[in-house]
């Protein structure tokens, strides 16, 4: 049976992230189920860079995202990993709008640029868009998630970490001051040891903490909340990010328009809750595009409708449902001999915050 420092069980972002940071202090297995790294949400999100205007003061998302934009975009400096500042405009309907001057004064406790624009000042900068006036970030920007997620796999490779996929985690049990983990691989089970066991699943967090010596009363509850997108054909009709007013419980972002490095335009991602047994269902039901087309013409009257397409779905892990305050990261050392961390509920900022979760994992191990 080997024996590792660390096992990280999920290969999305921010299990990548974790890999790669431990692998410079020790030997890392890190296990994925699937048959690629970053299939799940990790490549069903919008490739934003937050700036981190949105979360609530103090809160691990707040913190973390700002910590992760100056980190994300010093490491694809320094990696190339593709992105560009492309910026992003809030759009309000009417002027002096309370939630633009919430932002405004969000902005500046955090000491984030913000530029406020008046109609002529939107319409010289993106005349295809309607509002009374905007916010500009300046800030924002959009990046290649899929070849930062190659990046950080090979950083961590070239630290020697085993990244292995098709490899389940089914179990991690406390034997002799060790994690006893059970992994499904295609060869057949699998068991191995570690130091320390480090949860990253994503939607299956609270599964499979279950399974790993935590007491039930302890797990959140998880609510996974779908967000489809629609494509829109031909040229873009932006260069900057689009959005519209944050949601009141930041269930979600309201369906904005982003870009991604060819320049395509995509719509969303709205918000429908789904049961706890849906959380593999990424279906977009057409039937959507009514409600896509009448929140879209609030910014952009001039779309051509002809040219939305519905196109794919990812699933938020939220911890709070539609009719609760919104929840923040929980990233949890839940054992400290040996230890073990948990991470639940890494829905948005998570890819833009994914090397300071990185971070702040690699610091609870070091206090515990
Ligand atoms: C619609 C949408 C839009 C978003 N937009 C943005 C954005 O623009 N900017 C931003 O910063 N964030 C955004 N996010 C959030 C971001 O995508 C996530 O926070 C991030 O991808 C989470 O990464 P993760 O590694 O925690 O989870 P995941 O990507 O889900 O990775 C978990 C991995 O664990 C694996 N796994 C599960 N169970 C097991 C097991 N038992 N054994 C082994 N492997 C297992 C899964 O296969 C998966 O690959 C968005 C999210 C959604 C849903």
């Given at each position: 049976m080997a024996?590792?420092?660390?096992?990280?069980?999920?290969g999305?972002?921010?299990?990548?992230?974790?890999?790669?940071?431990?692998?410079?202090?020790?030997?890392?297995?890190?296990?994925?189920?699937?048959?690629?790294?970053?299939?799940?949400?990790?490549?069903?999100?919008?490739e934003v860079i937050h700036a981190g205007l949105y979360y609530p003061a103090g809160s691990l998302k707040e913190r973390l995202c700002l910590q992760g934009k100056a980190l994300l975009y010093d490491f694809c400096n320094r990696h190339n990993v593709p992105y560009r500042r492309t910026g992003k405009l809030i759009i309000a309907p009417t002027a002096n709008h309370p939630k633009i001057q919430a932002l405004q004064t969000t902005a500046a406790r955090l000491n984030i640029p913000l530029q406020y624009l008046d109609q002529h000042a939107l319409t010289a900068l993106e005349p295809d868009v309607q509002g009374q006036c905007a916010l500009l970030s300046p800030t924002t920007?959009?990046?290649?998630?899929?070849?930062?997620?190659?990046?950080?796999?090979?950083?961590?490779?070239?630290?020697?970490?085993?990244?292995?996929?098709?490899t389940h985690v089914s179990a991690?049990?406390?034997?002799?001051?060790?994690?006893?983990?059970?992994?499904?691989?295609s060869d057949g089970p699998y068991q191995t040891s570690a130091s320390v066991f480090i949860n990253a699943t994503g939607l299956h967090a609270q599964q499979l903490a279950s399974q790993c010596d935590m007491n039930s009363?302890?797990?959140?509850?998880?609510?996974?909340?779908?967000?489809?997108?629609?494509?829109?054909?031909?040229?873009?009709?932006?260069?900057?990010?689009?959005?519209?007013?944050?949601?009141?419980?930041?269930?979600?972002?309201?369906?904005?328009?982003?870009?991604?490095?060819?320049?395509?335009?995509?719509?969303?991602?709205?918000?429908q809750?789904?049961?706890?047994?849906?959380?593999?269902?990424?279906?977009?039901?057409?039937e959507r595009e009514s409600a896509?087309?009448?929140?879209?013409?609030?910014?952009?009257?001039?779309?051509?409708?002809?040219?939305?397409?519905?196109?794919?779905?990812?699933i938020r892990p939220k911890l709070h449902s539609a009719s609760q305050p919104a929840a923040d990261f929980d990233i949890r050392l839940t054992h400290v001999t040996p230890a073990a961390i948990h991470l639940f509920g890494i829905e948005s900022p998570g890819l833009t915050s994914s090397l300071a979760i990185a971070q702040e994992v690699t610091e609870l191990l070091q206090m515990a």
């Open positions: 024996e590792f420092d660390f096992c990280i069980a999920g999305g972002v921010v299990g990548l992230a974790i890999a790669r940071a431990l692998s410079r202090s020790g030997s890392v297995l890190l296990a994925e189920k699937n048959d690629l790294f970053g299939s799940e949400t990790s490549s069903r999100n919008s920007g959009i990046i290649d998630s899929h070849h930062y997620m190659q990046t950080l796999a090979q950083l961590a490779q070239a630290n020697n970490a085993l990244l292995m996929r098709q991690a049990r406390v034997k002799n001051n060790h994690w006893q983990i059970d992994l499904q691989t009363a302890d797990i959140p509850p998880l609510y996974p909340c779908r967000g489809h997108y629609f494509s829109y054909s031909g040229k873009a009709p932006f260069s900057h990010l689009i959005y519209p007013l944050p949601e009141d419980n930041l269930t979600g972002l309201g369906i904005h328009a982003t870009l991604d490095l060819s320049g395509q335009v995509r719509f969303g991602p709205d918000t809750y789904l049961h706890r047994n849906q959380i593999d269902d990424y279906q977009v039901p057409t896509f087309y009448a929140a879209i013409r609030n910014y952009f009257p001039g779309i051509d409708r002809q040219r939305l397409h519905a196109d794919y779905a990812g």
